[in-house]
């Protein structure tokens, strides 16, 4: 392959041939450099990767942060679902680019890896978290290596997570039915509290199923709740975008149908009852929710949650969600959760929305029901989940253990 240099005024440059395109012969040529030897080292370089993979790529000029613009529009967009996708793209602009995104592709070593992860620990990043960004660079870097051979190695490979010590594991709070009142009282039946936590004591729902549900979900006939969907926030949403959009529920299994009983067969009842009274006295004031189905860059339909006054009238379909405040609009679940966090921790109770799930599982296996029934009930892929995570000791029932015991012994002495 023919190349050389030449002085152009007071600098050296290099060029050589390409391959033809249509018949026509290309050339490429780089100039800048300060003498002769520079320009013929890097003439050098330049035909060793033109050679290598067929066009001329220099890894050390393109930085991190440059080439994982690349990888999130060239690979990501293409391959990853959108859920990924976010998850990628505020793992790279809050945790990657800041610190590593100045380097260069070629320059990213074992050892930077290795000082940046070291940096997150003592930053107070849990464990968890740490290999959440490692991974994300790691994926990345993979693809650099393969197919696209701007790098020869992947550096994450090299790389050890910093040691944690292994924390106690904490204890799960199961909720008195005394401690449940009284939170029922301060967020009583006036307030849009009230619902989401009738359905998550009396059902065991999770909280982004919860609040996902909407009328055409209950049957009041055969007193059932039918799982479908799930409603999540988006921590990044498009402009002009609603932040909060129906998802899928968390595994096959999660859609489910459930049973309810009688109490929250009349608080439901009386719930709805309410709406359509708040819909009447609102009137055109009264606020609707739909769902406005966008396409986002993975081409993925999104269904988003927006609100609208009767008033202003909308064509998208209606959403007539269980969760609402009383002037119609939907009632967030971190307001909920902010809200219900902060009372209990002013009354000493240990509560999370979470603990809802918890204590349910809790007290119907305490009471006799099989692990089968709470497991099909909750939404677990299988009865070692129910039973290893939901479940625990309580003091009655090891104290019932020690009586069981105790009366056996007497029995036989």
């Known amino acids: 392959m023919k190349g050389g240099t030449r002085k152009r005024g007071k600098t ?122 490692r991974d994300t660079l ?12 701007y790098i020869q190695f992947n550096p994450c490979i090299q790389v050890k997570l910093p040691k944690f010590e292994t924390p106690k594991k904490e204890t799960r709070y199961v909720l008195s039915v005394s401690d449940f009142q009284k939170i029922t009282e301060h967020f009583d039946v006036s307030t849009p509290h009230y619902i989401p ?24 006939n055969n007193r059932t709740i039918s799982v479908n969907k799930t409603l999540i926030r988006e921590q990044a949403p498009a402009k002009n975008d609603s932040p909060w959009f129906f998802n899928s529920p968390k595994t096959i299994s999660s859609n489910r149908v459930i049973k309810f009983g009688d109490t929250l067969y009349r608080v439901l009842k009386e719930a709805k009852k309410q709406k359509n009274i708040h819909r009447m006295k609102g009137g055109q004031d009264f606020i609707e929710n739909y769902i406005e189905e966008t396409i986002n860059k993975n081409g993925d339909v999104v269904n988003h949650l927006i609100p609208h006054k009767r008033s202003e009238g909308c064509s998208f379909p209606l959403a007539d969600m269980v969760c609402i405040r009383d002037t119609g ?6 307001t909920m959760t902010h809200d219900c966090t902060r009372y209990t ?69």
């Open 138 to 149: 790691s994926c990345a870097l993979t693809y650099a290596v393969n197919p696209l051979q």
């Open 345 to 413: 921790k002013q009354e000493g109770i240990k509560f999370n929305f979470h603990s809802l799930r918890h204590t349910h599982a809790t007290m119907l296996i305490e009471n006799g029901a099989t692990l089968k029934a709470v497991q099909e009930r909750l939404g677990h892929a299988n009865v070692t989940i129910t039973m290893s995570i939901y479940t625990h000791n309580t003091e009655s029932q090891i104290e019932e253990t020690v009586g069981i015991f105790e009366n056996l012994t007497q029995k036989t002495s």
């Open 12 to 133: 050296w440059s290099y060029y050589f041939d390409l391959g033809k395109v249509d018949g026509k012969r290309q050339k490429k040529e780089k100039g800048g450099f300060a003498t002769k030897k520079e320009a013929e080292a890097a003439l050098t370089e330049a035909l060793n990767e033109y050679n290598n993979a067929g066009l001329v790529f220099t890894p050390s000029e393109v930085t991190l942060s440059d080439y994982l613009d690349y990888w999130m529009e060239n690979y990501c967009y293409v391959n990853c679902k959108s859920n990924t996708i976010r998850s990628y793209s505020q793992i790279i602009a809050n945790h990657i680019k800041p610190e590593l995104g100045k380097y260069r592709l070629k320059s990213i070593t074992a050892a930077v890896v290795q000082k940046w992860l070291n940096d997150l620990k003592a930053e107070g990043y849990s464990k968890g978290s740490i290999a959440l960004y």
């Open 329 to 334: 609009k939907f009632f967030p679940a971190d």
């Open 197 to 220: 936590l009738m359905i998550g004591f009396y059902t065991g729902m999770r909280i982004n199923e919860v609040f996902a549900l909407t009328w055409d979900d209950i049957d009041f």
